[in-house]
């Protein structure tokens, strides 16, 4: 089945500052990636997503960069603010077989100002 | 709208009692997932319904771990002779679409402890 990866698993940056979360996947028929953001004693929310046909997506501070050759996608958040501070999950799905999204293990970002 | 509603927000049990979580998915939304969140851990798939199909299964740790979807809507899962480390937050999330690369809505969850 599906393995993702996910690095750092902590992340202190100073507001203004971009941060950078890396995450790799082992199924190579994987096409969806989507990035969760989830805030203490709340449900992941959905920040942003990329299909295996696009290389990057951007949504005002955020970008999400996919390389399906090494099997790597990354998340950018630029202009960093106290309010970026959570857990951050990346996740792969594939086209056939199991449904359910395989997460990363997680990472927390804490944005000092 | 109202989004994934989960109950009880939280759950406290004895060790070897049966427990069981509800969620009511977002209308409309055919799709429903259990994940399991230990402390400081990702997100663990546990069972996956669609519409009539028979559900994915897979994730679910031991047999003492079923789940329900009545009706299409509200899901129960149910997990007998609790032990210590069951102990977790259980979310559920519901999508649109049959979960292919549909974003997932998820609950706030409910964080069971077993003492």
């Known amino acids: 089945g599906e393995n993702v990866e996910q690095h750092p698993s902590t992340l202190s940056v100073q507001e203004g500052d971009s941060a950078v979360i890396k995450c790799t996947y082992s199924?190579?028929?994987?096409?969806?990636f989507p990035w969760y953001k989830q805030e203490l004693g709340k449900g992941p929310q959905l920040i942003i997503d990329?299909?295996?046909?696009?290389g990057e997506k951007k949504d005002q501070r955020i970008a999400v960069t996919l390389n399906k050759t090494a099997k790597h996608f990354s998340l950018h958040i630029t202009e960093t603010q106290p309010e970026d501070s959570a857990v951050y999950f990346c996740?792969?799905?594939?086209?056939?077989?199991?449904?359910?999204?395989?997460f990363g293990s997680g990472t927390r970002l804490q944005v000092q100002p | 709208g109202a989004g994934v509603s989960q109950s009880p927000s939280n759950k406290v049990t004895e060790k070897g009692k049966d427990v069981e979580l509800r969620c009511d998915p977002i209308?409309?939304?055919?799709?429903l997932y259990w994940y399991r969140q230990s402390l400081g851990q990702g997100l663990e798939f546990l069972i996956y319904?669609?519409?009539?199909?028979?559900?994915?299964k897979s994730g679910l740790p031991s047999d003492r771990f079923s789940a329900e979807r009545t009706g299409g809507s509200v899901s129960t899962l149910t997990i007998q002779r609790t032990q210590q480390e069951d102990s977790a937050v259980y979310l559920c999330?519901?999508?649109?679409?049959?979960?292919?690369?549909?974003?997932?809505?998820f609950g706030n969850g409910t964080r069971l402890t077993v003492t």
């Open positions: 199924d190579s028929a994987s096409n969806y």
């Open positions: 990329i299909r295996s046909n696009v």
């Open positions: 319904f669609q519409g009539n199909s028979a559900p994915d």
């Open positions: 996740a792969a799905q594939g086209d056939t077989g199991r449904r359910a999204l395989t």
């Open positions: 209308s409309g939304h055919t799709a």
């Open positions: 999330a519901s999508t649109k679409g049959a979960g292919k690369n549909s974003p997932l809505h």
